[in-house]
């Protein structure tokens, strides 16, 4: 019996000995990801087309919510055109119905065809921010104007810094 004890011992370290010899070996990877720049706008919601009752203010008319997303590190300018310079306009060339907008509450704004910065943020934000604009028209302005379909188009821009 204490012969096999010797053979077993002697071969567990046989077998220790050959594979002490392998040494050992690593590799590594380097793991890259690179996040993407989000820069958008929409707007949505909101009622833009609605009805004028002559003489009749339309005071913070609701146009929609602006959805605005960026990751961008330096921040954004949000600005505002009017196609028409503010003035709602039909198919007569001397009719027109002047109105002011209210980006996130803030002040009454006069738009032209020229951008209006309404918005200045300089840093990084994260996740999709949602702002307001409204609509008002003084009941003077759609005096004696004819009956029918008036327009403008707002465009609205994000641009990065």
């Known amino acids: 019996m204490m012969k096999f ?28 990801a690179t996040v993407q720049p989000i820069m958008s706008i929409g707007i949505a919601g909101g009622t833009p087309s609605f009805n004028i009752t002559p003489e009749t203010a339309i005071t913070d008319q609701n146009l929609g919510t602006i959805t605005i997303n960026s990751n961008i590190a330096n921040g954004y300018d949000v600005t505002l055109t009017a196609a028409n310079s503010a003035g709602l306009r039909n198919s007569a060339p ?6 002011t907008v209210k980006y996130q509450g803030g002040s009454a704004i006069t738009l032209s065809t020229s951008a209006t910065n309404v918005e200045n943020v300089t840093t990084q934000t994260v996740g999709a921010e949602g ?5 008002s028209i003084t009941g003077l302005e759609s005096k004696g104007r004819s009956a029918e379909a008036f327009t403008d188009t707002i465009t609205i821009a994000i641009i990065t810094k």
């Open 5 to 32: 004890n010797i053979n077993v011992i002697a071969l567990v370290s046989v077998i220790f000995t050959s594979f002490s010899g392998i040494a050992a070996t690593t590799d590594t990877v380097v793991i890259t």
């Open 131 to 135: 702002r307001s604009l409204t609509l």
């Open 94 to 99: 001397d009719e027109t119905i002047a109105y």
